[in-house]
Nanobody, 130 residues
Framework: QRQLVESGGGSVQAGGSLRVSCTASGYTYSNKCMGWFRQAPGKEREGVAAIYSSGGSTYYADSVKGRFTISQDNGKNRVYLQMNRLKPEDTAMYYC???????????????????????WGQGIQVTVSS
């Protein structure tokens, strides 16, 4: 059974840091993409970051560049999102997602669209107070 389970998150004051983790089970992790999306109340879900499991290439939304870092532990089928210098507008439910990688063999990359991710976690709340 394919499953993505998020952990971490919680509440923090603006300027603080949090780390969320996602562990994949029942899923072949190699040559895949793992991503983080978020959805704030009343807003559409948006992509935050993604990482290609077999090469480490990453992308970040402009709103989090320089503050968030996505990383992985392939041996544990786990991906992390380190969030620093958090802002109240980062408050959202954060979702882990997994899907195929794209592009030629010499330059695989991850899609930025949620429709291209096949499996999703239940989500974990991150709240940043001002």
């Amino acid at each position: 059974q394919r499953q993505l389970v998020e952990s971490g998150g919680g509440s923090v004051q603006a300027g603080g840091s949090l780390r969320v983790s996602c562990t994949a089970s029942g899923y072949t992790y190699s040559n895949k993409c793992m991503g983080w999306f978020r959805q704030a109340p009343g807003k559409e879900r948006e992509g935050v970051a993604a990482i290609y499991s077999s090469g480490g290439s990453t992308y970040y939304a402009d709103s989090v560049k320089g503050r968030f870092t996505i990383s992985q532990d392939n041996g544990k089928n786990r991906v992390y999102l380190q969030m620093n210098r958090l802002k109240p507008e980062d408050t959202a439910m954060y979702y882990c997602a997994a899907g195929p990688s794209w592009g030629p063999s010499w330059g695989r990359y991850c899609s930025r669209g949620e429709a291209d991710f096949e499996y999703w976690g239940q989500g974990i709340q991150v709240t940043v107070s001002s």
